[in-house]
Structure formats: structure tokens, C-alpha cells
């Protein structure tokens, strides 16, 4: 089955900078990586996705990039802010042959010091 | 549109005793998926319900059952608990026809087995 690495496992930014986090996928017929944001006791929420016919996507600033070669996507946010701080899980899913079913990375707590 | 929702939102069983938690998806979504998340573990997949057949299923003992009726409501039920079943228990919620097929998380019901 699938299984998707996540990393790093945490992550500690100054307000302003960067953030990059990395996942690589086993199925090479996974084609929807969505990205979810859980904040601390709340419920995941979906802020990018993308299909495996797309190589970046980018939504104000969180942008996501595709490299199905080599197995891996990214998730980068730029100009972090405190609200950024929060644990980002990556997920992979292959919609022909396991409908909804989505694999998750281990997850990356991000902390935007301030 | 009202989201996604789940009752209870917190559980205390004791070992060996069962459980059957529930969850209402987006009104017109009939695609119901079920995840458990544990800091060990992190998010892992249980199985997807769409128009009240079971569609997939995750790597999880037999004790682990659901189903989702008429109205698209599921729920989840977890026979002869064990400590091990302590975790947060997400459903999800999502067309089940579309692709990409965004899924939308419930706040989850924290289940404490002692």
C-alpha cells in the first residue's frame, strides 16, 4: 500500500521567513495530495492541494510543487506570521483505486516565533 | 452550509466495553470517511462509506466496524476495547463523485479507554 514520509517533524521559523516541508509517496499512481493544517484541538483543514497533472500550485502565500518523478511534493509558505503556527500533514490518495481513502505523512509542527 | 459534525465529542469506556460514535457529513455529501489519529500513530485511515456501502477499508482489526445509513449520517462502532483504542477519531466528509474529491474533517470525538 502506500506510504507517505514527512519532513521535518518539526519546524521552528522566525515571523517573516520561510517555511518549506517535504513529503515523498511509495504509489506511483497516487494523483491528489491535498495538505491539511491542524491547529492545537482543532479539526485538519484542507489550505492547498494538488493533482498529478500539475506541477505548482499557489494560493496567496502557500504554494505547493509536484515532482512525480521523483515521488515527492513540497509545501512552502512564505512570509510566515504567527497564525501560520500549527501541525501541517501531507496526504496522497489514488482516487481509481481506493476512493477517498487518503495516506498521511506523520505531520511537521511549525512554530513562527514572533 | 453547516458543517461537518460528530457526537460524542468526548468518550471514557473501560476496556472491553464498546463504543459507537456518529457522525453528520455536509448536507448533499455522501461520502463518509473515517480516520484515527494518535500522537504514535498519527493519521490513519479506517474506511469510507458512500451511499451506505462500505468503499474501502484501512488496515484495522475486525473490532472495527461502521456503516452510514439513508440520510448519508454515519457511524463507527469499536467492539472489546483495548487501552490501544484511546486516540481521536475524525470523520470526514466529502461529494464522494468528484474529483479531486475535497474532504472535509469533523472535530472529532477523543475517546479515552482506561
Known amino acids: 500500500g502506500e506510504n507517505v514520509e514527512q519532513h521535518p517533524s518539526t519546524l521552528s521559523v522566525q515571523e517573516g521567513d520561510s517555511a518549506v516541508i517535504k513529503c515523498t509517496y511509495s504509489d506511483s499512481a497516487s494523483n491528489y495530495f491535498p495538505w491539511y493544517k491542524q491547529e492545537l484541538g482543532k479539526r485538519p483543514q484542507l489550505i492547498i492541494d494538488i493533482r498529478s497533472n500539475v506541477g505548482e500550485k499557489k494560493d496567496q502565500r502557500i504554494a505547493v510543487t509536484l515532482n512525480k518523478t521523483a515521488k515527492h511534493f513540497s509545501l512552502h509558505i512564505t512570509e510566515t506570521q504567527p497564525e501560520d503556527s500549527a501541525v501541517y500533514f501531507c496526504?496522497?490518495?489514488?482516487?481509481?483505486?481506493?476512493?477517498?481513502?487518503?495516506?498521511f505523512g506523520g505531520g511537521t509542527r511549525v512554530l513562527v516565533k514572533p | 452550509k453547516a458543517g461537518v459534525t460528530q457526537t460524542p465529542r468526548y468518550l471514557i469506556k473501560t476496556r472491553g466495553q464498546q463504543v459507537t460514535l456518529s457522525c453528520s457529513p455536509i448536507s448533499g455529501h455522501r461520502s463518509v470517511s473515517w480516520y484515527q489519529q494518535t500522537p504514535g500513530q498519527g493519521l490513519q485511515f479506517l474506511f469510507e462509506y458512500f451511499s451506505e456501502t462500505q468503499r474501502n477499508k484501512g488496515n484495522f482489526p475486525g473490532r472495527f466496524s461502521g456503516r452510514q445509513f439513508s440520510n448519508s449520517r454515519s457511524e463507527m462502532n469499536v467492539s472489546t476495547l483495548e487501552l490501544g483504542d484511546s486516540a481521536l477519531y475524525l470523520c470526514a466528509s466529502s461529494t464522494g463523485t468528484r474529483y479531486p474529491d475535497t474532504q472535509y474533517f469533523g472535530p472529532g470525538t477523543r475517546l479515552t479507554v482506561l
Open positions: 496526504a496522497a490518495s489514488n482516487r481509481e483505486a481506493a476512493g477517498n481513502k487518503l495516506t
